[in-house]
C-alpha cells in the first residue's frame, strides 16, 4: 500500500460544471501524476508535479488544469466538463523509479 | 517521443497453459521497462519492471519478462496460467530522467477458460 487516496471514488455530473478530483499521499514524495484510462488507449497522462508548484502537462491535457499547493495533495480540475471526459481517473506518486496508482475516480459526465 | 504497442487486445488461454503477451516500445534513450496488471474495478499492480542489467527479470505471481533491444520488445511470459490471473495488463515505457513520464500501451485482456 502505498498510501494514496483519491476522492471521491465516483462521481456524475452535468456537462458545463466544474470538477475537482483530489489525490493525497502520506509518505512525502515528491513527484505526482494523473493518468486518463478510457478502453483501447491504455493510461495516458494528463498533467504531473515535480513539486509544490511546480506542475507540467502531459500528453492529453487540453481541458484540464492541476494544482499543487502542499507536497501530498494533488488536484486536477475539469474547468468545465465535457461528455469526453467520462473516464477513469488515475493518481499515482513515484517511488525511485516506479510508480504506484491510487484506486482510481470514476467520474461520468452527463 | 516515446510509444508503446501491445499487439493483442484480447488473449484467450486454458488454465495450465503458458502465456506470453506481446510488447513493443519505441524509446530514444534506454528505457525503463514495466509491466503492470489490472483486475477489474481494480487500480494497477507492478508485475516486474526492467531498468538495466540481466536482460530477463522476474516479477511477482511467476510472471516474468525478458528484454530484447534488437527486437525493441519486453514480452511478459508465465509457464502455467491460473484462473486468477485472468485481467488486463498493460505495458509502460519511461526513462530515469524524463520526470518518470510513463507512457503505456492499449492493454491486453487475459481471460482464463478452466
Known amino acids: 500500500d502505498a498510501g494514496i487516496t483519491q476522492s471521491p471514488r465516483h462521481k456524475v455530473t452535468e456537462t458545463g460544471t466544474p470538477v475537482t478530483l483530489r489525490c493525497h499521499q502520506t509518505e512525502n514524495h515528491r513527484y505526482m501524476y494523473w493518468y486518463r484510462q478510457d478502453p483501447g488507449h491504455g493510461l495516458r497522462l494528463i498533467h504531473y508535479?515535480?513539486?509544490?508548484?511546480?506542475?507540467d502537462k502531459g500528453e492529453v491535457s487540453d481541458g484540464y488544469s492541476v494544482s499543487r499547493s502542499k507536497t501530498e495533495d494533488f488536484l486536477l480540475t475539469l474547468e468545465s466538463a465535457t461528455s469526453s471526459q467520462t473516464s477513469v481517473y488515475f493518481c499515482?506518486?513515484?517511488?525511485?523509479?516506479?510508480?504506484?496508482f491510487g484506486p482510481g475516480t470514476r467520474l461520468t459526465v452527463l | 517521443a516515446q510509444s508503446v504497442t501491445q499487439p493483442d487486445i484480447h488473449i484467450t488461454v486454458s488454465e495450465g497453459a503458458s502465456l506470453e503477451l506481446r510488447c513493443n516500445y519505441s524509446?530514444?534513450?534506454?528505457?525503463?521497462l514495466f509491466w503492470y496488471v489490472q483486475s477489474p474495478g481494480q487500480g494497477l499492480q507492478l508485475l516486474l519492471k526492467?531498468?538495466?542489467?540481466?536482460?530477463l527479470v522476474q516479477g511477482i505471481k511467476g510472471f516474468e519478462a525478458e528484454f530484447k533491444r534488437s527486437q525493441s520488445s519486453f514480452n511478459l511470459r508465465k509457464p502455467s496460467v491460473h484462473w486468477s490471473d485472468a485481467a488486463e495488463y498493460f505495458c509502460?515505457?519511461?526513462?530515469?530522467?524524463?520526470?518518470?513520464?510513463?507512457?503505456f500501451g492499449q492493454g491486453t485482456i487475459l481471460t482464463v477458460h478452466p
Open positions: 526492467y531498468f538495466s542489467g540481466d536482460t
Open positions: 508535479s515535480y513539486g509544490v508548484k511546480d506542475t
Open positions: 509502460a515505457v519511461g526513462g530515469g530522467t524524463s520526470y518518470g513520464k510513463l507512457t
Open positions: 524509446y530514444g534513450a534506454t528505457p525503463y
Open positions: 499515482a506518486i513515484r517511488v525511485v523509479d516506479e510508480q504506484f
